[in-house]
């Protein structure tokens, strides 16, 4: 039993990293990514993950993963996106796409109510919010938010097909459950005690090995079903044109003029700065300084008209 034990331990690992080589430089991929943009809560909806129409057919090895001949697999998408529009009522909108995001089945990752400044420096609020949507409802969420705005200034949207990942992590977890479920019957026929130690040991490691893959592959089918939305919800007073009277620059004057009151406002700030805060401490440190200054150089004078008698008393007497 002694021979044969490590003679099939040795035999499991090897089956296990030969048929893993090709998904273990994807968990590298995975983590170098960083940590998921969201955590999904475990409370959250989970539903089928967001797919295309057509299936995907991968012929040969999946990533040299698992030596898998044809891997039929619904496509994998992860669809974000980042929507930053102008409204007359910054709170209003923000609490109504928070419902929204509820009501379609998903959920509010973050949100964020702060102060901004139009170009006079007037106090206008401002939000970010970061909303999940299941995915096959991206584009009406989207609709929903763009409706009734004064603006929409900027719309990115991004997809991401992870499905050759998720084959790869598929492939993975089937060869190391099949080592786990080898190991698990050569511990129970295991009488030595040195044997079933290194049996257990090795039923914890690739225990480890199955949740950690388990879970990369929740992050993919979470991130698929449900999209992200980052929202910018900016105040309609923030981009007020310039107004001169019923006169109503645009184009290249307006940005004359708008440059214009930046240096003008610019140029009174360095002023108040000069007088309140430089000048002061120019007069504070100069002052002591320059007093210090003139009373050594009424020192050195002194010196040196002494040395100028003491010369001349000098010449007198060699004189004599």
Known sequence: MKRIL?????VIAAIVLS???GAASEQRSFYSGGAPEYILPSSAPMEAPMVAAEEAYYEGDAGSGGGVAAANVERLIIQNADVAIV????ET??????????????????SNLYQSYTSDYTPVPE?????????????????KIKTDVVEVQSENRSGQDVTAQYVDLKSRLTNLEAAEKQL???LETATETEDVVNVFNQLVYYREQIELVKGQMKYYEEAAALSAVNVRIIAEETIQPIQIGKW??????RDAIQD???FYQDFVDFVIRFIIYTLPVWITVGVPLYLIFIGLRWVFRKLRGMKKVEKKVEEVEEKK
């Open 260 to 262: 214009l009151i930046f």
């Open 184 to 186: 698990s019957e050569i």
């Open 93 to 110: 909108r923000m609490d109504a796409i928070q419902k929204m995001a509820e009501d379609m089945g998903g959920f509010v990752v973050s």
């Open 87 to 90: 409204v007359a009522d910054v």
């Open 6 to 10: 490590p003679f099939s331990l040795i």
């Open 19 to 21: 048929a893993c080589g």
């Open 127 to 143: 939000a970010t919010v970061t909303i999940r949507v299941p995915a096959e409802r991206l584009d009406e969420a989207l609709e």
């Open 248 to 253: 109503e620059p645009k184009g290249v004057a």
